[in-house]
């Protein structure tokens, strides 16, 4: 079992599709960083230009990082979402469509025992991925502003757990669909779930209460975008959910800790999926 997981892990990182999201994601850093370098100049020399001394501090900066940093790691997130459906799209199905996890199964391996293999080596991937971008961004605004977020831990921690329930909702349709079909629905549902979210936002700006229920639904069936909302609500200071809060909500972002019923549930959901896959696989006729 060790042993398919470090194969499952290697695989996973010399990917193609891997490698090119890796390296647009190092472009992406690097340009986010710059911006935000050139956004701590110009709010430098406006202090200076009305003889303000010292560091520019305040609530207008911080917003203002903040706010670059947030949607720094919205895009982070994205990118780590699609490595994690893109990088695990194929490894039940292309190995069944192939014939190679015929081969594996040769050895004294239970089925469930290669399916948690793979499911830990696409999610320490996926992870390690989420993790080291989150590292580059929250740790270099902090090095060019000085700005920290209030939570980086809890949203941290958020995010690595959606990271997780897409691995294991892209796993289970991998053991009843093909490759290319099963990569379309699960990004189909991940589009779907954002969706729930921004009507939520809209169904509570207007009061339209169909509208909040089918958001509702939407979050418990897909939790992966509420999850990204309660990221979120950590990473954002004081002043900028108040201003969020003002403004009747955000269509991106959360501005409401996440439930700890909810929390439970995405947890709970997640192993009930994981051994959904376990028995799909289990009855497979390979």
């Known amino acids: 079992m060790t042993a398919v997981f470090r194969l499952t892990f290697r695989e996973a990182?010399?990917?193609?599709?891997?490698?090119?999201v890796g390296s647009?994601?190092?472009?992406?850093?690097?340009l986010f960083l710059y911006g935000v370098h050139l956004q701590q100049q110009t709010l430098a020399q406006r202090s200076a230009a009305i003889h303000l001394r010292g560091p520019v501090q305040g609530g207008g900066p911080q917003l203002v990082y903040g706010f670059l940093l947030v949607m720094g790691l919205y895009m982070a997130t994205f990118l780590a979402s699609l490595v994690a459906i893109l990088g695990s799209v194929g490894t039940l199905s292309g190995e069944l469509e192939s014939g190679t996890l015929l081969t594996i199964l040769t050895k004294p391996l239970h089925r469930r025992s290669i399916l948690l293999a793979k499911w830990?080596?696409?999610?320490?991937?996926s992870a390690l991925f989420m993790a080291l971008l989150d590292i580059v961004l929250i740790g270099g605004t902090r090095l060019l502003t000085g700005f920290l977020p209030p939570h980086p831990w809890l949203g941290g921690l958020l995010q690595e757990l959606d990271i997780a329930f897409?691995?294991?909702?892209?796993?289970?349709?991998?053991t009843s669909l093909s490759t290319v079909a099963n990569g379309v629905v699960v990004v189909l549902l991940y589009g779907l779930a954002w969706v729930g979210g921004v009507l939520a936002t809209v169904g509570q700006l207007t009061r339209t209460e169909l509208l909040v229920h089918l958001a509702t639904i939407t979050k418990f069936l897909l939790p992966s975008d509420a999850l990204w909302r309660g990221t979120s609500y950590f990473l954002q200071s004081a002043a900028t959910l108040k201003l969020s809060r003002g403004l009747g909500g955000n269509p991106l972002v959360g501005t409401h800790a996440p439930a700890q019923g909810f929390l439970i549930?995405?947890?709970?959901?997640l192993l009930l999926l994981l051994a959904l896959a376990a028995w799909r696989l289990e009855r497979r006729d390979l």
């Not at 647009?24 to 690097?30: D, E, G, K, R, T």
């Open 166 to 174: 897409l691995v294991t909702l892209t796993l289970l349709g991998s």
């Open 24 to 30: 647009l994601s190092v472009l992406f850093a690097a």
């Open 265 to 269: 549930w995405a947890g709970c959901y």
């Open 13 to 20: 990182i010399r990917k193609r599709f891997v490698l090119a």
């Open 120 to 125: 830990g080596g696409h999610l320490a991937m």
